[in-house]
């Protein structure tokens, strides 16, 4: 068990980032397709089988993963242009490590972190890491030798240096606001009331928030801000001398620094892994009656999602009868799950600290897929900005609106705690 407890955040932080990224592109899809009125993809499956189309990402990311390596022959430094997709992955990657995603739990007398990184410089080691994520970016378009490369790593330079210092000043503003840069104490700050409405980051720093918001856009490259990439403009920017898992890296770099924004829009602006109102203590206290709550919702989704899937999946292919597979899947897995629930909703088990985790993980995923999904939907309803547009955004609009607040709120703090 204790082995399981120190593992199972640094196994969350790897499901969160690398086994998520065929999701997010399952997801990127048939958002667009959503969008644009299409049906998405739909034919690729495995005995009948298509997973609401997942099996298509997973076919891509095995064609990179077995894709010949090709090296082109202008190039000269060999060494930097193979090395920097690997700096964009894995300061991607690393930015995940400090994300909380349940509260610390202690089993006998023993505290156990959720976080792959338990350090109270949180804030600090995210924005070390997003800013070095650039200079992947920057090395492969130059050790590229060409002027489309090129362009692109200028490009992206110049919007990281822009918009990063909007970014670390909103932050500041949070750092006021909270007292702490201690991600974990972030979450337990929010699980108190404004009067009447949650104390989220959103609710006491709306200002903040949006300008982090829109630079995480811009850090990760991400639509609106993707003139680094400009395939109308400069073909694919810096990554356009890269091909098979070299460009594989950059590509799942950008979904994983994605997600990383996302975790961290989640921790420090919508509350981390709590529930409006209701603290860890709370949901201890009354974790019988949240459980209740749990298996009601469970059926009815679980009902919905099978008329939903009756009337929507008429796509037929040759295999098994998928309709039949995912609702034998269904009602199986949501009968165990409501009948480990009642078990302990009954009185017959003990409400422990563990099950209250557990649903922190829950809640932490839902919150986070739910900014996924803002991601994408920008991308896919927001043209793309241009160069000049990007740079006036950050310098002129962002960068004084940002000073302002930082200004307002220390006003706001020093009277609040006046004489305390």
């Known amino acids: 068990m204790n082995t399981v407890l120190i593992l ?6 790897i499901l969160f980032s690398l086994a998520t990224v065929p999701i997010l592109v399952w997801m990127e899809r048939r958002v667009a397709a959503l969008i644009q009125d ?15 189309g997942i099996i298509q990402s997973i076919a891509d990311m095995m064609k990179l993963v077995f894709k010949e390596e090709f090296l082109p022959s202008h190039i000269k430094n060999k060494f930097y242009y193979l090395v920097a997709p690997s ?14 995603y349940a509260d610390n739990i202690t089993i006998n007398d023993k505290t156990y972190y959720m976080q792959a990184l338990p350090t109270d410089l949180g804030v600090l080691w995210f924005l070390a890491f997003a800013g070095l994520g650039v200079y992947g970016i920057i090395l492969g378009g130059w050790a590229s030798h060409n002027k489309y490369a090129i362009l692109g790593s200028m ?16 932050l500041v503003s949070m750092l006021i606001t909270y007292g702490t840069i201690s991600l974990n104490e972030m979450v337990t700050y929010q699980s108190q009331s404004f009067f009447i409405i949650p104390a989220w980051g959103i609710v006491i720093q709306p200002i903040a928030t949006i300008i982090f918001i829109i630079t995480a856009f811009a ?14 403009e400069i073909v694919a920017g810096y990554h356009t001398e890269y091909g098979a898992m070299k460009f594989g890296l950059y590509f799942v770099a950008e979904y994983i620094a994605m997600a990383a924004s996302g975790a961290l829009i989640v921790t420090i602006f919508l509350g981390g892994y709590q529930l409006p109102y209701l603290n860890t203590a709370d949901l201890i206290n009354n974790f019988e009656l949240v459980l209740w709550l749990i298996i009601a919702f469970a059926v009815v989704t679980s009902l919905m999602f099978l008329k939903w899937m009756k009337s929507h ?18 009602i199986g ?26 649903l922190q993980f829950a809640i932490f995923t839902v919150k986070l897929f739910f900014l996924h999904f803002v991601f994408i939907w920008v991308r896919w309803t927001l043209p793309r900005f241009r160069y000049d547009q990007t740079q006036k955004l950050g310098w002129n609009i ?16 020093v009277g609040v705690n006046y004489g305390n």
């Open 87 to 100: 700096i964009a992955f894995m300061s991607a990657f690393l930015t995940f490590m400090v994300i909380p």
């Open 155 to 170: 490009r992206a330079t110049a919007q990281v240096i822009g918009y990063e210092v909007a970014m670390g000043l909103s």
């Open 313 to 330: 999946n008429i796509y037929n292919t040759s295999g098994l009868d998928e309709k039949k597979v995912y609702a034998t899947l269904i």
């Open 398 to 413: 962002l960068l004084p609106l940002s000073l302002a607040n930082i200004f307002i709120t220390a006003i706001v703090v």
């Open 333 to 358: 897995f949501t009968a165990f799950a409501i009948l480990l629930m009642s078990y302990y909703a009954l009185g017959f088990g003990h409400a422990s600290a563990v099950g209250v985790m557990i």
């Open 38 to 52: 299409r049906l998405g993809p739909n034919r690729c499956h495995i005995n009948g089988i298509r997973l609401g």
């Open 8 to 13: 199972l955040p640094l196994i969350l932080t």
């Open 219 to 232: 850090e990760t490259n991400r639509a609106p801000f993707d003139a680094a990439e400009g395939e109308s």
